[in-house]
Every structure is written in C-alpha cells, then in structure tokens.
C-alpha cells in the first residue's frame, strides 16, 4: 500500500517530536490516538466507546467503536446483544467487546485544537516522566551544569536533559553565581511533583565533598581507602575521617596527595574551604584525640551509656581545641558522634577537688565520723554510702590505718543510715499515695519510689505504662549537637537495661504480659541472632 502524504507527515512529525522531547516514538504515537479518539467522541458523541490505532510502518489511522455484548441491549450506541454479536463472532461471551469500525473523518478547527493540547499534555508528560526517571537513579552523585538564571538567592541549574535547583541554603555562603557559570553540584533528592520532577542540587551537603575525593582520589574510587565520617562547616572548615583497607597505603598521605594536590583541588572546588583529615579509629578515645586536632589533649574520660566524653586540654591550648565560634569542638563531635567537653587542667583539678570535698562532708554526716576519715575512704575511691554498707569488709580493713574492728563499725553506721533513709523516704511515699505493690519490684528503692509519687505515679498500673526513656532519659541529636532529657530516675543511676527489667516486673505484676509472652519474645530473638549469624 502507497503511503500517502498526509500519513507520512504523520509519521514525520511522530520522530520530530520524538527526538526533540528525547522519548520514545510510540509515546508520541499513543499520544496522537488519544487525542484523535478524544476527537472523535465529539464528533460522535461522549458516551460513545471509540478507540483509534495508528500504524507506526504506514501511519494509516482506523478508527473503531467498542460495543460492549450484554444480555438485552439498552443501549445501541455502547451496547450489542449476545445474538447479534455471536453473528460476528461465535465465540463472543457476555462482558466481551465487540469492534465496529468507523469511516474516516476530517478534523474540524475546535477538534483539531483540542487534539493538538492532548498530544501537547501527553508529550509534557512522557517527558517529565523520562526525566524523573532518568535523575532519580542519579541520587548521590555529581552533576556538571550551567547557572541558568537565579531567583531570589535560588540558583537554575541547566543540566541538559533536565533543570536543577540549588537552593539558598545549599549554597556555599558568600559563593556568587551567574548566568552562564559552570556548576557542579550534589544530587540529593528528586520528586514528582505537579509542574514536573525536581532535582535538588547542593553544594554545602557532607557527601559533596565525599565524591569531590572520591573523584580526586583514585585510592578512595577503588575501596583501598573508606572515608567514614564527614563533618563540614561549608565555605570555612571541614573534617573527614579515612581509614585504609591496606596497611601498606597512608590514607591521610593519599587523600592529601604530592604537595597537597589532591586536597587542593577539592578545596578549590569548595570556595578554600579548610579540610582536616583525621586517620579514623575504632578506639573513641583516640579517634576524638586526632578529631581535636590540632589542638593537644592531656586526657579524656568516657562515658559510653550517654555518648559523652570529657577532654582535658592544657590552659594554654582551650581556645585553639575549642576553635572559633566553637567551630572545631563542634565539628569533632559532628564526625566523631560523641557530646565533647572541653576542660582545662585546671578547671579538672577544681572539679575533682569539688567532688572529693563533697564526698568527705557526706561521709563525715552520713558515718558520724571526723575528716580525716572522711578524706580517707573518698581518697580509695567509694563515691556513695551503699558501697561502704555493702562491699566486702576487707576492702575497707585492708585501708592502711583502718584495722577490722574500724571496718566492721563503718559498715554497721553505713547500713543504719541507709536503713534511716529507707525509713524516712517510705513515711514520705505512704504520704504521697504511692502503692505498697510498688516496693514489691526489685531494683526500687524508697527514694525512687518517692520520685516516681512526685511525678504522679503512684500504683503498678502508672509504672507499667511507663517507657524506659521515661525512666532514664533520652537524648536527641540535631545540627551536630546532642540536647539530653532528664528522666524520673536519672539521678539514681540506674542503667537502660534496668529501666526495661523494673518495666517488665510491674507489667507482669499488673498482668499486661505473661511469663508465656516473655518466652516466646525471647525466643524470637534468639532465632534472629541465629540468622544474622549465618547471613554474615
């Protein structure tokens, strides 16, 4: 069969359309049948079931009606009865369609424009289809643009089959662009959204820098060297933690490079932007130690249950550790992860000579005794009464000067003041209404009872509902800085793993749960340790 002109016209502006829009040619001819049969209903009613179909060889167009086989026909203009439609085919059922073809139509002028906004819509679409799809798989990576305009702070980045934004706060501060600028930038999020994908750009995002190494580093691109940890304060310092899978290979000589190339590239991407680079440990100790620099650091005290470490740095040094603005402290502990405290030597040496004083008047009040035997048992490190009532007695007569008879009457004073305390604090929880049921529960003890009557618990029930953060405390991390909530149990020292045993004892007493359930969970957990264990 001849194509006639019109028809290859058809097909002509189908492949123009396709490769201007960069989709595929029968997206474009699916978009032309729909807006013909769009037309089509016009002209031969709404309600009427018209499909159109284009050949993609000839461009030849034929136009049909669906009539769809019922039982008893209401309808002739939708519908065709099981008879007649068994005339055509014999093998028509009910629910079935049956396809009446249409003679040609020419295109009046309302027709043909509405036509020609489907095929528009529908072009619009599959493009915006195409790029979301093409950009949502580049998540993560760099891109090379040019600044197409710059709106409100706003940066337009043309990316060639796509737009980018850079938005004010992505932007590296007091870094000016312009129409034309060349620009690379971070993918970090795309969405579809109602006027089209939007591709997110950054300039200021940690894994910017991660790829501007990656791509300066050829040890990094390779996996001999990981870098684990990004803290930046974009446009004026960074830190980046490395490790080397080779202990043949530096990771810190590599990223910085012969001369300090590798590193100056990236830093000239970044506006001059300072970068420390910290060899990473497994020790938290250390890893904040090389984090501070170049600051130098005479001693550091964890603690691991809250995160938090204490540095003590030499006078002469705080500020240098502390930085600007409290910029390097801050960046150590956005890469390290850890709360850091700085502290002088001698602002250490005054808290330590605080907490001994404090121990000794406690001791001396609690013991009835004088101060040098105060100083002493604070000076062997028993920081609260409950240890001396009840450490075994020859850690106490083994004190130089202390014999067993000493011993034994500072345990007997310890445990009767204790039991003095117990005392006072169970008048003052009966006072509060705190339940009976409550001391019942290992691991409370009358003070924290009267804590818990204070905030308004006061039966099993109240406890049960609690969480352990209600007990304990939580922390939460935003902008690099940790803010810690206090619980109702917090000043009693009492561990996560606690909370959750005292939780579990009174939702068993309240008969929330079951010993069953505890043995079920148990197991559960157990079985995926086993399976964690054998995926590894």
Not at 62 to 67: E, S
Not at 94 to 107: E, K, R, T, V
Not at 479 to 486: A, L, M, P, R, V
């Amino acid at each position: 069969m001849a194509v006639s002109a019109n028809r290859l016209e058809l097909l002509q502006i189908a492949d123009a359309v396709a490769r201007e829009k960069v989709i595929d040619r029968e997206i474009v001819l699916a978009a032309m049948a729909d807006a013909i049969q769009k037309a089509a209903r016009s002209r031969y009613g709404s309600e009427t079931n018209v499909r159109a179909d284009i050949n993609s060889k000839t461009g030849e167009i034929r136009l049909q009606r669906l009539l769809e086989v019922v039982e008893q026909a209401e309808d002739y203009g939708t519908q065709i009865p099981l008879e007649l439609a068994r005339d055509r085919n014999p093998d028509a059922k009910i629910g079935d369609f049956i396809a009446d073809p249409l003679p040609p139509m020419d295109f009046g002028r309302i027709a043909a424009q509405s036509a020609k906004q489907v095929i528009v819509q529908k072009v619009r679409e599959a493009e915006r289809d195409r790029q979301f799809d093409e950009f949502k798989d580049r998540v993560g990576e760099i891109v090379n643009g040019t600044v197409k305009r710059v709106e409100y702070g706003n940066v337009i980045v043309d990316l060639g089959r796509g737009e980018g934004i850079i938005r004010r706060d992505e932007m590296i501060p007091r870094e000016a662009m312009r129409y034309g600028d060349r620009v690379r930038a971070y993918v970090y999020d795309v969405r579809r959204e109602q006027r089209g994908p939007q591709i997110f750009l950054s300039r200021t995002h940690p894994q910017f820098m991660v790829k501007l190494f990656t791509m300066e580093v050829p040890e990094i691109y390779d996996g001999i060297i990981e870098i684990r940890s990004v803290a930046r304060d974009p446009g004026s310092r960074a830190k980046i933690a490395v490790i080397s899978n080779d202990s043949s290979i530096d990771p810190v000589g590599a990223c910085v490079g012969m001369r300090g190339s590798r590193v100056q590239a990236v830093v000239g991407e970044l506006q001059g932007e300072k970068i420390d680079i910290i060899p990473w440990s497994n020790d938290p100790a250390s890893f904040i130690v090389n984090a501070l620099q170049p600051a130098e650091v005479a001693k550091v005290v964890l603690d691991e249950d809250a995160e938090r470490i204490e540095v003590v740095v030499p006078d002469e040094q705080l500020s240098l550790a502390i930085g600007r603005r409290g910029q390097n402290v801050r960046l150590a502990s956005q890469l390290t992860g850890w709360d850091i405290d700085i502290l002088t030597e001698q602002e250490e040496s005054g808290r330590r000579q605080k907490e001994f004083n404090e121990r000794t008047n406690l001791f001396m009040e609690a013991l009835d005794v004088d101060e040098m035997v105060g100083q002493v048992l604070a000076s062997e490190g028993f920081a609260a009464v409950e240890e001396l009532a009840y450490v075994e007695l020859d850690e106490i007569s083994s004190i130089e000067g202390f014999d067993e008879d000493t011993a034994q009457e500072i345990q007997t004073r310890a445990r009767e003041y204790l039991e003095k305390i117990e005392e006072e604090m169970d008048a003052k929880r009966k006072e509060l209404g705190v339940q009976d049921e409550l001391r019942q529960i290992d691991g409370l003890n009358g003070q924290m009872l009267v804590a818990l009557g204070e905030d308004g618990i006061k039966t099993v029930e109240d406890f049960a509902g609690c969480a352990a953060d209600d007990l304990v405390g939580w922390s939460e991390r935003k902008d690099g800085e940790t803010k810690k909530f206090e619980g109702l149990l917090s000043k009693f020292d009492v561990s996560r793993a606690e909370a959750e045993n005292i939780i579990v004892q009174a939702r068993l007493m309240a008969g929330w749960i079951t010993e069953e359930d505890l043995a079920a969970e148990q197991q559960v957990d157990q079985d995926e340790e086993a399976e964690a264990v054998v995926e590894e």
